[in-house]
C-alpha cells in the first residue's frame, strides 16, 4: 500500500496506549498488550486488503467513487 507506514505504540497521557501511523491515531486501549493487539490486527488488514486489491485490480477504491 502507497501510505503504509510502520504501526507504532506508544503510551500517551494518562497512561493510554495508542497505536500509530506517522502522527495519526488509529486505535488506543488501556494496556500495552491491548494496544499491542489492535497494532497486529491493523497489520493483518493492511495485509488482506492489498491482496484483495491485486486480486481485483479492477475494482475502483471507494475513495475513488465519484459521487452523484
Do not use: C, F, I
Request: glycine share 4%; net charge positive; hydrophobic share 35%.
Amino acid at each position: 500500500m502507497p501510505n503504509a507506514q510502520p504501526l507504532t505504540v506508544k503510551q500517551a497521557a494518562s497512561n493510554y496506549w495508542v497505536v500509530q501511523s506517522g502522527t495519526t491515531d488509529l486505535a488506543g486501549a488501556v494496556t500495552r498488550q491491548a494496544a499491542e493487539a489492535e497494532r497486529e490486527l491493523m497489520r493483518r488488514l493492511r495485509r488482506r486488503t492489498a491482496q484483495m486489491r491485486a486480486a481485483n485490480p479492477g475494482r475502483p477504491r471507494a475513495v475513488e467513487r465519484q459521487s452523484r
